[in-house]
């Protein structure tokens, strides 16, 4: 039974992220149709899925097969069914994983959370001194800078891919960014024409920190989506990668790729 994942366009994204599942459908007859899309993206967001894909992965291909072929074709096309080269492919699940580890740190909630107040004196214009609890605005534009720089690094590299599979996704994590481009530009974010995004230190650090969480803190947030999107980008080249050339049991290589039963793990 094979399952395959249409994400749809994004000229029809919603805000319920169930689109994200709506293509899924067993190639046995079955049916998916009852699944609970909360915690499936859930476990596409924290990377379960993909660690089970990459699992199911190795076992049909091998990453240690594909990092030794590496070594020899690093800047050559691969010589089975993937569209682009192992080098490329790892730079992406690189950037990819940058990405999500930087929208989960802006994520995180209760101590360890970076929109946690703290308590800060402000003495006024007759010396007089109080205390108050506010945002810790440095320590919100230091994880935010990180953000947007991973996310400037994921959208170049992933622009050099010719597979459709992650071209889609990253137009999908595009398209979730777009959407929030009006709330964005409200705390010095920027839209650019290439789809990268530049930060203004002065804006931001001026904006309503409020705004800034609502963005990037909470489920379904922007930063949640894209968080999500990243790991949906970070399978997909470890899912091209584990095409390109590839070993079957007798030692040779296989020109062509099959990914067989998903639920073939032999756990």
Known sequence: ?????NVGSMKNMKQNYSFLFQGMASSGGGSLGNLNFLS????????????LMKAYYGKVGGSKE???IAENSINKKSTSTAKDSVKTLSEIEKAADNL?????????????????????????KNGVTTTSK?????????????????????????????????????????????????????VGITVNSDNTLSLDEKTFKAANMDTVKSLFNGNFSYGY?????????????????SKANTYNMKGSYNSAYNSGSLYDFGF
């Open 100 to 124: 999500k580890n930087s929208a989960d740190a802006l994520l995180k909630t209760g101590s360890k959370s970076v929109f946690n107040k703290v308590e800060v004196e402000n003495t006024d």
């Open 40 to 51: 499936d993206y859930a476990s596409i967001k924290n990377g379960s899925y993909g660690k």
């Open 225 to 241: 989506r894209v968080s999500a999107q990243a790991s949906l980008i970070d399978f997909a080249a470890g899912s091209e990668a």
């Open 66 to 68: 594909v990092s030794s």
């Open 134 to 186: 506010e945002y810790d605005t440095n320590a919100i534009y230091k994880s935010v800078s990180s953000f947007v720089n991973d996310y400037n690094k994921l959208i170049k590299q992933a622009g050099d891919a010719e597979s459709t599979n992650i071209q889609h996704k990253t137009n999908s994590m595009i398209g979730a960014t777009k959407a929030n481009e009006t709330l964005l530009s409200k």
């Open 1 to 5: 039974m094979g399952i395959s994942i």
